[in-house]
């Protein structure tokens, strides 16, 4: 009896130690595509604003006011898909150099996801009168160790976020003029 | 279903083949599973998630294909792939259809061998009732009744070279040329005799034509292809064994083996043979293959029969639930 036992938890242990094995391998091949490119797991970089929109099947939100500071279109489009799905379009500077990003959610109010928006310490927070709601305005240290000013506020029940380099009452602008064409 | 979804399930039935043959080739030498049906069912276990709970999993789930499932519980997503291209195409896309080729590659290099041996079907019977020909009917009456299996048709052929395999699915019978009963002594014989009845007894021929419609539906999935290989190898090895066991002497077996081997290497096809050369092109790869094959065989024959993993049933029953849980989440 303690001899079948002990053959059973030996073939059960064998089998344990290949299918750990094989859950290692197809993880670090499932991580390698994004490694590779150097962004997060499960971050997909578009093509434009149109593909993210496609994929959302929705239209996003676009600042009606464009600083002649910043070029357009946006240096990168990346999407995370979720409950809510979240985009960040990045923007250069016209001397080149990342100056603005600009997150928001689709289908949902929940937060932005930290993948394509990672999270900054904040420095200061004041409240401001943004869109149907109060939003906030911050200033906070991003990974790249620089200040940012960043804000944010809720619209038509999705969740944005302006995070930049440049003066704040451009940042305020952009966010105010901020509108979605379409449903 | 749209092309897309098409790729992505050619896609998963490649790699979750690939995968589960992988994990169970591994356990196969962990666990030192010797005996030849316990191998043949833990392969066909591999086959038969191929055929039968993939496809499942695509219409009993479909949301393993949706953007949430991927990004969140998937433990691996192929797709991901796709993200990098080459010349404008998915690296994704571009592993799918190289497999694919290959996969149709080892499809064809079967098939087209059997079609054009089937052209001639299984030879006529000699009428000559020669000494060989009694002798060959003597020891299969002889064996037929030891072994329990029913007396096959007897197709005697007086030309030709050695030859000596069971054919036909619906009608079974058994070819033995004359050259044959002259190349082996009365043990060998006996026991290569034995080997075919085995086959017989266990309707391998028709299995083998089950199993070729598998692969044909397969034709793209290089891994069932290779997995469907290793099966008829361990049905000759089960064969092997049940010949040994009937006739009591495995030495005499590996003997006959080699002598018909070494006797028809090299030679042309008889037809009605299912196993016959392929493409001139593999003629050499193959027969090195074909040699090591028999080696190997001869070796094993050289050994007491294998004995069988305690607790097979329950090995099997672990392996094949847990390899379906975990490729539920590789898409």
């Given at each position: 009896m303690a001899r079948s036992g002990i053959e059973i938890a030996k073939a059960l242990v064998t089998l344990g130690l290949v299918l750990g094995a094989t859950v290692v391998t197809l993880s670090g091949l499932d991580h390698l595509p994004a490694w590779l490119q150097g962004q997060p797991r499960g971050v997909r970089r578009l093509a434009s604003i149109e593909e993210a929109e496609r994929r959302l099947k929705a239209r996003l939100f676009l600042p009606a006011y464009f600083?002649?500071?910043?070029?357009?279109?946006?240096?990168?489009?990346?999407?995370?898909?979720?409950?809510?799905?979240?985009?960040?379009?990045?923007?250069?500077?016209?001397?080149?150099?990342?100056?603005?990003?600009?997150?928001?959610?689709?289908?949902?109010?929940g937060p932005i996801s930290p993948r394509v928006f990672p999270e900054a310490s904040v420095l200061q927070r004041f409240p401001l009168a943004v869109g149907e709601g109060e939003g906030w305005l911050e200033r906070v240290v991003g990974d790249d160790g620089a200040v940012w000013n960043e804000v944010t506020w809720l619209q038509r029940g999705e969740r944005l976020a302006l995070r930049g380099k440049g003066s704040v009452e451009q940042l305020i602008r952009m966010a105010r003029s901020t509108r979605r064409e379409g449903p | 279903m749209p092309a897309a979804r098409w790729v992505d399930f050619v896609g998963?039935?490649?790699?979750?083949?690939?995968?589960?043959?992988?994990?169970?080739?591994?356990?196969v030498r962990l666990w030192r599973v010797r005996e030849p049906q316990q191998r043949l069912a833990l392969r066909l276990m591999v086959l038969g998630y191929s055929l039968l709970v993939l496809p499942a999993y695509f219409l009993l789930f479909p949301e393993r294909a949706g953007e949430a499932f991927r990004d969140f519980r998937a433990l691996f997503a192929a797709a991901r792939w796709d993200e990098m291209g080459l010349l404008g195409v998915g690296l994704y896309r571009w592993w799918v259809g190289l497999f694919a080729a290959i996969g149709l590659l080892l499809f064809l290099m079967d098939l087209l061998p059997l079609l054009w041996g089937r052209r001639g079907g299984i030879p006529p019977e000699s009428a000559a009732l020669s000494p060989q020909a009694q002798a060959a009917s003597a020891v299969l009456a002889e064996l037929s009744a030891g072994m329990g299996v029913a007396r096959p048709r007897l197709v005697f052929l007086a030309e030709g070279g050695p030859a000596l395999f069971c054919a036909g699915a619906r009608n079974p019978a058994l070819v033995i040329s004359r050259s044959a009963v002259d190349l082996l002594d009365r043990q060998e014989l006996r026991a290569a005799v034995a080997h075919e009845l085995a086959h017989l007894d266990r309707l391998d021929p028709s299995v083998s034509w089950v199993l070729m419609a598998g692969r044909a539906a397969m034709f793209f999935n290089p891994a069932f292809q290779v997995v469907a290989r290793a099966m008829a190898r361990d049905a000759e090895w089960r064969a092997d064994e049940r010949a040994a066991a009937g006739t009591g002497d495995r030495l005499a077996l590996a003997s006959g083996l080699l002598k018909l081997y070494r006797a028809t290497a090299g030679r042309p096809p008889v037809p009605g043979r299912r196993n016959l050369p392929l493409a001139a092109a593999l003629a050499e790869p193959l027969a090195r293959a074909r040699a090591l094959d028999i080696e190997f065989r001869c070796r094993r024959l050289m050994q007491p029969a294998p004995a069988p993993v305690p607790f097979g049933a329950l090995r099997?029953?672990?392996?094949?639930?847990?390899?379906?849980?975990?490729?539920?989440?590789?898409?």
């Open positions: 600083p002649d500071t910043l070029r357009w279109p946006p240096s990168a489009v990346r999407y995370v898909g979720g409950d809510p799905s979240s985009v960040a379009l990045l923007f250069d500077g016209s001397s080149g150099g990342l100056e603005l990003v600009f997150a928001q959610t689709a289908g949902g109010s | 998963q039935e490649i790699f979750h083949t690939f995968v589960a043959a992988l994990v169970v080739e591994a356990l099997l029953a672990a392996t094949a639930a847990s390899l379906s849980v975990l490729l539920f989440f590789v898409v």
